[in-house]
């Protein structure tokens, strides 16, 4: 089925990219591939090109089941997202895979990108699996991420699995743009207590004790230990209390439990209109979200600034200079 964009949105649209919006509306990969592309792109032209596009794309976005999944490195969420993303193709699902990568934000690079991953799953056509966008701030990267989503719902994706490394903020900025959070742990003691310093536990709609195979017992322990924490904490929810389910990613066993609980949450929240109130505060969020990022990139695109943010930032660092008023100068220049 071919769908139209919208026509007042798609009107702002060049010829090439009303074209391109076809595509994605399509499912046509390639058109997908260089729409996120688009979208990605930091040039200012390409934003304001990607911004018309996602604006002839959004009547047709919103309509897949987001679920963030998160956990330390080696803990299994390319097993698990492959796993589980295969399980979910065969259920008749289209299943897109992004990431959020807070290394690609500091370095440019990715801890997760660059190796094999996934392999089964990249190679069925019912999935679409896309890297992490690189450098810019973390959060810069996040929006980014939001806007993938975007497309890949507008192309018919209906199930997006946002995959992020437990470490630093990126646990809260995924938490932000999904439906349901999904934390990954070790079935070994400390590991669960170290999320819980964190407060990635709270975040949690879902907990994983993952690699289950390798000793059972010390995975129903690690359960039972999460399950106790998660019912001591406050609940988000009062329709959902999080579950803690042991399985194992590499051999399967427990994944179709596992998405059922998915299932389970996700008609408790529809049908409590949760979900709804859910996406509405995100979509605020959001908006906020891309305030700042404007706001500061206006502010160093500023030529009143650039022309002094150097000096000061040395005066500041030397000591010669408090940062407030530094902040101050560089803050009134920029209204200029
Ligand atoms: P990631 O860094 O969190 O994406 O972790 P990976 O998915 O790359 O997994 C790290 C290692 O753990 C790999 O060698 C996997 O084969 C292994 N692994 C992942 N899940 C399981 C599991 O359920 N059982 C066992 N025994 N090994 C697993």
């Known amino acids: 089925m071919t769908k139209a964009p919208a026509p007042s949105a798609a009107a702002s649209l060049d010829t090439a990219d009303q074209v391109l919006a076809q595509g994605v509306l399509s499912g046509e990969r390639r058109a997908l591939a260089k729409a996120i592309t688009l979208v990605e792109s930091s040039r200012r032209d390409h934003q304001a090109r990607a911004k018309d596009l996602l604006d002839a794309l959004a009547p047709r976005a919103g309509n897949s089941i987001r679920l963030g999944v998160s956990g330390a ?5 390319s097993t698990f997202i492959e796993s589980l993303g295969l399980h979910v193709v065969r259920q008749g699902h289209r299943l897109a895979v992004l990431a ?14 660059d190796k094999t991953r996934m392999e089964r799953l990249s190679q069925d056509e019912r999935a679409f699996i896309r890297p992490s966008p690189s450098g810019g ?28 490394v437990g470490v630093g903020q990126s646990e809260f900025a995924v938490s932000g743009m999904v439906d349901m959070f999904v934390l990954l742990q070790m079935p070994n003691a400390g ?10 536990v709270e ?7 993952n690699k289950a195979d390798t000793d059972p017992r010390a995975a129903e322990n690690a359960r039972m230990q999460v399950q106790g924490v998660l019912e001591l904490l406050a609940c988000a929810s009062p329709h959902w209390r999080p579950p803690a389910l042991a399985l194992s990613a590499a051999t399967g066993a427990g994944i179709d439990e596992f998405w059922r609980e998915v299932m389970r949450y996700r008609d408790a929240m529809v049908q409590s209109g949760e979900l709804a109130e859910k996406r509405r505060r995100q979509a605020v969020d959001w908006m906020w979200s891309l305030i700042d990022t404007g706001l500061r990139s206006d502010f160093r695109h500023h030529s009143g600034v650039r022309a002094r943010l150097a000096a000061l ?15 101050h100068e560089l803050l009134d220049l920029a209204k200029k």
């Open 73 to 77: 490195p080696g803990v299994g969420k």
């Open 100 to 113: 959020v990568d807070p290394s690609s934000a500091l370095t440019g690079g990715s801890i997760m990108g």
């Open 137 to 164: 701030t973390l959060g810069g990267v996040a929006d980014k991420t939001r806007e993938a989503m975007l497309v890949c719902e507008a192309a018919g994706f209906d199930v997006v699995f946002v995959e992020t």
């Open 191 to 200: 590991d669960e207590l170290q999320a819980l310093k964190k407060g990635i």
């Open 203 to 209: 975040l949690a709609d879902i907990v994983v004790i």
């Open 313 to 327: 930032t040395e005066a500041v660092g030397r000591g010669n200079v408090t940062p407030a008023a530094a902040a």
